[in-house]
C-alpha cells in the first residue's frame, strides 16, 4: 500500500504565471482534498473532488480550479498567481462510502509554492 | 462557522515531562476529531483520530480526549521526548463529507 504522494516538491514561480500541483491517493481511496497552508498558519480548505467531481469548496477564488482523474490523482491548478498565493500546498486523501461516512485523512508531504 | 483554537501557540518543556495539548471549537456538532503532527516543512502525520460518539483514544504514549459538550479536546503526551518536537495540529469535521477545520497548532520544543 503506497501513501499520498505530491510533485512537485519545491516550485519557485513568478507573479501572473500559472501553475500545476499534482497528487497521487493512498492506495483504495476515492476522495482527494487540497489544502493551503501559509507560514505559521492551519491549513486551510481549497476543495475537495470525490469520483472526479467537485463536492466542496472553501473560500478561494476560481482561478484555483483543479481536478481528479479515474484513477484518483488529482490535480490543483492556480491561475494569475499572487505574492499571497505563496504556501505550502497539501494534498490529503481518504475512503468515502456514502451512508457509510469517512476513513481518516491521510496528507502527502506538501508542495512548496514560492511566488516572486 | 466552525473555528478551532490552540493554545498556546508554543511550549517548551524539559525532557521526560507529561505534558497537555489543548484544543476548543466552537460547534459541538462533530463528525470526528484527528490531532496531526508536522515537522518542519513537512506535510501532516496522523497521530489520532476520534469520532464523535468516543471519548478517547490512545496510541502508545499518546492519548487524546474529546468532550463535545465543551468544544475541548486534548492531547496528553506522557514522558515527553526530543524527538517530539514539533508543531501539533487540531482538526475537526463537521459531517462525512466535510472539510476538515485547523488550528493554527502549537510548535512544542522538548529540551534534553
Known amino acids: 500500500e503506497t501513501g499520498v504522494t505530491q510533485s512537485p516538491t519545491h516550485l519557485i514561480k513568478t507573479r501572473g504565471q500559472q501553475v500545476t500541483l499534482r497528487c497521487s491517493s493512498q492506495s483504495g481511496h476515492n476522495t482527494v482534498s487540497w489544502y493551503q497552508q501559509a507560514l505559521g498558519q492551519g491549513p486551510q480548505f481549497i476543495f475537495q473532488?470525490?469520483?472526479?467531481?467537485?463536492?466542496g469548496r472553501g473560500n478561494f477564488p476560481p482561478r484555483f480550479s483543479g481536478l481528479q482523474f479515474p484513477n484518483y490523482s488529482s490535480e490543483l491548478n492556480v491561475n494569475a498567481l499572487e505574492l499571497d498565493d505563496s504556501a505550502l500546498y497539501l494534498c490529503?486523501?481518504?475512503?468515502?462510502?456514502?451512508?457509510?461516512?469517512?476513513?481518516?485523512?491521510?496528507f502527502g508531504p506538501g508542495t512548496r509554492l514560492t511566488v516572486l | 462557522k466552525q473555528e478551532v483554537t490552540q493554545i498556546p501557540a508554543a511550549l517548551s518543556v524539559p525532557e521526560g515531562e507529561n505534558l497537555v495539548l489543548n484544543c476548543s471549537f466552537t460547534?459541538?456538532?462533530?463528525?470526528?476529531l484527528q490531532w496531526f503532527r508536522q515537522d518542519p516543512g513537512k506535510g501532516l502525520t496522523s497521530l489520532l483520530l476520534?469520532?464523535?460518539?468516543?471519548r478517547e483514544q490512545t496510541s502508545g504514549r499518546l492519548n487524546a480526549s474529546l468532550d463535545k459538550s465543551s468544544g475541548r479536546s486534548t492531547l496528553y503526551i506522557a514522558a515527553s521526548q526530543p524527538g517530539d518536537s514539533a508543531t501539533y495540529l487540531c482538526?475537526?469535521?463537521?459531517?462525512?463529507?466535510?472539510?476538515?477545520?485547523f488550528g493554527k497548532g502549537i510548535t512544542l520544543s522538548v529540551r534534553p
Open positions: 473532488y470525490y469520483r472526479e467531481e467537485e463536492n
Open positions: 460547534d459541538s456538532a462533530i463528525y470526528n
Open positions: 482538526a475537526v469535521r463537521t459531517g462525512a463529507n466535510s472539510k476538515l477545520t
Open positions: 476520534i469520532q464523535s460518539s468516543q
Open positions: 490529503a486523501s481518504s475512503l468515502l462510502r456514502l451512508g457509510l461516512g469517512v476513513s481518516e485523512q491521510f
